[in-house]
């Protein structure tokens, strides 16, 4: 076999194969002899079919076979002989399908891109400097209390969070539009669960009060089939009622699980929970900041034929947000590949930074992290046991796992190397407000 190799300024390569035709048709016989073993055809015994006959018949067929096998099998042998890395399949282009030449071919494609690495030593990571106050824990427990708030009805205008019950039709150029009509439906004024819109004419109705008014949905919205329509709705409000908080008390603590049911048993569950949470919040913060600083230091060449794939993956998943089936017939100008290419570069550009890293550092994957990972997420449902087998006995599930551990341990590499910036946040903007 013989090969050359043509490369340009980026990553596109073409590859010229010959493969010489003594080669081939040498892998015909053995195929047509094979066949000729084993077919069945009328007027013969099996297995004692001519060869001339078997050729006659199935040699247009066998050759085609054997060509496209040898294309394939001579392609893998020629990119280890010049020790490429193909990103993606290759164009294949014959020059010659005669048996009685050599097989001749050209493979474009491209190949993975050569990353240096930064020094690790170099990079500056912010991390969170975050405390959890007593104020903290106030606010949390007044949320709390807010889910078990008491409503009582007023004779008043409504006002900020208070309650209104009502029945609502809305309508699109007069036709009432799916999920647009509800009756006895509740909201409270600046929950937000309504379009700003909406609730805003909420604000001092009294009940008996009938309205009609305008709103157009945004162009987010996520029923795309609504977005920046305009919707005439009709309510009638049914009752206003104004919320009591009601009091900490030892029956609704242990309402919360905490059988002591002192305030103080319930502050400190409650400070356990937000240290937790906090902790998690934090590996999240270190992880994403160790990521933008590779993505910004290490430059990455991006090959075409993942970005592609990427970007379909990318489009794939927003549909699957949007609740929208693949065939939805969605045009091609709503989602168009610009939205996602940027996200797409990143994603393959850290990708391949990471797998460069685990290679060069010769980071190996920690099993108990596996176990421990899995333990965590098994945790979350009511039959844990169940859940580890499932991941257990399916490569796939496990693949997604190790590559989370995987991804973590390049983390803490780099943390381990790299100068620390610590940015100090609260507890509250720093839960609700990040990431």
Do not use: C, H
Request: net charge negative; glycine share 4%.
């Amino acid at each position: 076999m013989q090969v050359s190799l043509e490369a340009s300024e980026n990553l596109e390569r073409k590859m010229t194969v010959e493969v010489p035709a003594d080669e081939v048709n040498s892998a015909i016989e053995i195929k047509l002899k094979n066949l000729s073993a084993n077919v069945k055809m009328s007027g013969f015994r099996p297995g004692k079919v001519p060869l001339r006959v078997v050729r006659q018949q199935y040699g247009k067929k066998i050759t085609q076979e054997v060509i496209a096998e040898t294309m394939q099998t001579s392609f893998q042998k020629a990119v280890i002989q010049e020790k490429l890395r193909p990103a993606g399949s290759p164009n294949i282009e014959p020059v010659s399908l005669e048996v009685t030449q050599n097989l001749k071919y050209v493979a474009t494609f491209e190949v993975y891109p050569e990353i240096e690495l930064a020094d690790a030593s170099k990079l500056e990571i912010e991390v969170a400097d975050v405390e959890i106050a007593d104020t903290d824990i106030d606010d949390i427990v007044e949320k709390l209390l807010k889910q078990k708030i008491n409503w009582n009805e007023v004779d008043r205008k409504a006002k900020q969070d208070d309650q209104v019950t009502m029945n609502f039709v809305g309508k699109i150029d007069g036709e009432v539009f799916e999920g647009g009509s509800q009756d006895n439906f509740p909201t409270v004024i600046g929950s937000k669960n309504l379009l700003p819109d909406f609730e805003k004419q909420l604000e001092g109705v009294i009940k008996g009060d009938k309205k009609s008014f305008d709103v157009t949905f945004p162009k987010d919205y996520m029923q795309q089939d609504l977005a920046e329509k305009v919707a005439t709705f009709e309510i009638e409000v049914l009752k206003v009622e104004e919320g009591e908080v009601p009091e900490l008390t030892e029956e609704i603590i242990k309402e919360f699980g905490i059988e002591e049911g002192t305030s103080e048993a319930f502050r400190k569950q409650l400070t356990d929970n937000m240290t937790a949470e906090m902790e998690q919040r934090k590996k999240a913060f270190e992880k994403n900041s160790v990521m933008e600083a590779l993505f910004e230091e290490i430059k990455v060449e991006i090959p075409n034929a993942l970005l592609k794939q990427e970007i379909v993956a990318l489009r794939g998943q927003a549909m699957s947000n949007m609740q929208m089936p693949d065939n939805s017939g969605l045009p091609d100008d709503v989602l168009p590949d610009r939205l996602f290419e940027e996200e797409a570069k990143k994603r393959i550009s850290l990708g391949l930074i990471i797998s460069e890293i685990v290679q060069k550092k010769e980071i190996k994957l920690d099993q108990d992290k596996v176990t421990q990972q899995l333990n965590m997420i098994a945790g979350s449902y009511g039959k844990p046991d169940e859940v580890i087998q499932y991941y257990r006995s399916n490569r796939d599930a496990m693949a997604n796992i190790e590559m989370l551990v995987m991804e973590e341990q390049v983390v803490d590499y780099v943390l381990g190397e790299a100068k620390k910036k610590s940015k100090k946040f609260s507890f509250d903007e720093f839960v609700n407000k990040q990431n």
